[in-house]
């Protein structure tokens, strides 16, 4: 039997900031066989997370950076193509953290889920039921509280976590108020995600489109973006409102730090909370939001978007292009067909 070839993309440099194409090279080698006790996932559909951003970075983050050499880390999807495990046999679909790479040989603790067949598409599980869904589900609920008549705020809400995130307070009775970037992601949030508000944060009236939409106050701000955006929610804050720190997309560089407005005095005099949290932190909470996500999808109560690019050559230049804005939804590439 021929052995296939597993091309791989690398870290090349460390970025300056958001990665660029340049920053990465695509290798390709012999696949590898699994030894005892391991498996080989044929990699289907490899995600693309803001996050990523961090993960190769130089600057003090919540993991190891990815080594220079070393194959991009990223959450896939695909099928186990060999096995040497039993209970993992030929055929099974799993997601995890495999890498921007056609083949993993892996360990059965390194899958992060074994997707049973529900009806949806497998590469779902990388976005609104992957760490994109759990993510709005966990940080809404469990930091944001929301309550049945709160007005909720969410920035970047075109995005794959932060459309879900609107969505799930309005399942919870919530009004909601959408930050995104141009007409057309403020349109989408509104027809498609439906946000009662959208607001286009390039607007040059941007501020008094803010006040206007938050003239009852922001009892919980879904931050995605930090910076600008998040300066001018603050000033809009509610007796007793949360904060939920999720993302900082909109900050260049974390080095030197970024300076701005202090928020302490929001904090104080509104007696509000901010609390920033990552996901990886609480694997516990996977199941619990993967069904109501999944509930709610089949109810049709929960839509998602999904903006797929084709082909392993495609992944240096995608991260950029997430904060270029060039997505709508969740941006993943496909770099095989399922069997």
Not at 5 to 33: C, I, K, Y
Not at 223 to 239: E, K, Q
Not at 240 to 255: I, K, Q
Not at 318 to 329: D, F, Q, S
Request: include cysteine; aromatic fraction near 8%.
């Amino acid at each position: 039997m021929t052995t296939p070839r597993n091309r791989q993309v690398l870290l090349a440099r460390r970025p300056a900031g958001v990665p660029q194409a340049d920053d990465f090279e695509l290798t390709s080698t012999p696949a590898v066989e699994p030894g005892p006790g391991q498996v080989r996932v044929r990699n289907a559909y490899l995600s693309v997370e803001p996050a990523m951003r961090g993960w190769v970075s130089a600057v003090a983050n919540y993991s190891q950076p990815v080594p220079i050499g070393g194959v991009m880390r990223s959450f896939a999807a695909g099928w186990i193509d060999r096995s040497n495990v039993p209970d993992l046999p030929v055929g099974t679909r799993v997601t995890g953290s495999f890498g921007w790479q056609d083949y993993a040989v892996v360990e059965p603790a390194a899958i992060e889920q074994v997707v049973a067949d529900e009806g949806l598409p497998l590469q779902a599980y990388l976005g609104v039921l992957g760490i994109n869904g759990v993510t709005a589900h966990y940080g809404l609920l469990e930091l944001g509280r929301p309550r049945a008549g709160d007005t909720v705020v969410v920035s970047t809400a075109a995005g794959a976590v932060g459309s879900c995130a609107g969505q799930i307070a309005r399942l919870h009775g919530c009004r909601t108020v959408g930050i995104a970037g141009g007409e057309h992601k403020t349109r989408l949030c509104k027809d498609t995600f439906g946000f009662d508000v959208a607001i286009d944060y390039k607007a040059p009236d941007f501020n008094e489109q803010l006040a206007q939409a938050c003239a009852g106050g922001v009892n919980v701000y879904f931050d995605n973006t930090a910076g600008p955006i998040s300066d001018a929610v603050m000033g809009h804050l509610a007796i007793g409102a949360r904060v939920v720190v999720c993302g900082t997309a909109a900050l260049s560089s974390w080095s030197p730090w970024p300076q701005g407005p202090r928020v302490e005095r929001h904090l104080l005099v509104k007696r509000a909370s901010m609390a920033g949290f990552v996901i990886f932190d609480h694997p516990q909470h996977q199941p619990v939001a993967r069904r109501d996500l999944v509930q709610w999808i089949r109810a049709g109560d929960l839509v998602y978007l999904e903006d797929v690019l084709d082909g392993l050559e495609q992944a240096p230049d995608a991260i950029a292009g997430l904060y270029r804005g060039e997505n709508l939804g969740k941006r993943l590439i496909r770099i095989a067909e399922l069997p």
